[in-house]
Nanobody, 121 residues
Framework: QVQLVESGGGLVQAGGSLRLSCAAS????????MAWFRQAPEKQRELVAL???????NYADSVKGRFTISGDNAKNTVYLQMNSLKFEDTAVYYC???????????????WGQGTQVTVSS
């Protein structure tokens, strides 16, 4: 079975940094598109970043230049490095996956439980 487990969330001051991790099991990591989503209270879920099975990267405009998605094939883990955090980055962050070279509009089949990121102003 496919399992995605996020970690690394927490409380940080504006301007600070966090690195989120998503450990994947039951998948061939480099044959999947991996993505990070987030959902803030009273707001729609939004795609933050993705890395496809071909290595293509995509970022939301709101995080471009501040966040970096990367993967470690040996560890079957995807990371989201978040720098220069803002109050509006506060949300629950979810790891998601789907087979093949997905896009921003693709349906993602597998989801983690989420990890809370809170940025104080």
């Amino acid at each position: 079975q496919v399992q995605l487990v996020e970690s690394g969330g927490g409380l940080v001051q504006a301007g600070g940094s966090l690195r989120l991790s998503c450990a994947a099991s039951g998948v061939t990591f480099n044959r999947y598109t991996m993505a990070w989503f987030r959902q803030a209270p009273e707001k729609q879920r939004e795609l933050v970043a993705l890395i496809t099975s071909l290595g293509t990267l995509n970022y939301a405009d709101s995080v471009k230049g501040r966040f970096t998605i990367s993967g470690d094939n040996a560890k079957n883990t995807v990371y989201l490095q978040m720098n220069s955090l803002k109050f509006e980055d506060t949300a629950v962050y979810y790891c998601a996956a789907r087979p093949g070279p997905g896009t921003v509009s693709s349906v993602y089949n597998y989801w983690g439980q989420g990890t809370q990121v809170t940025v104080s102003s």
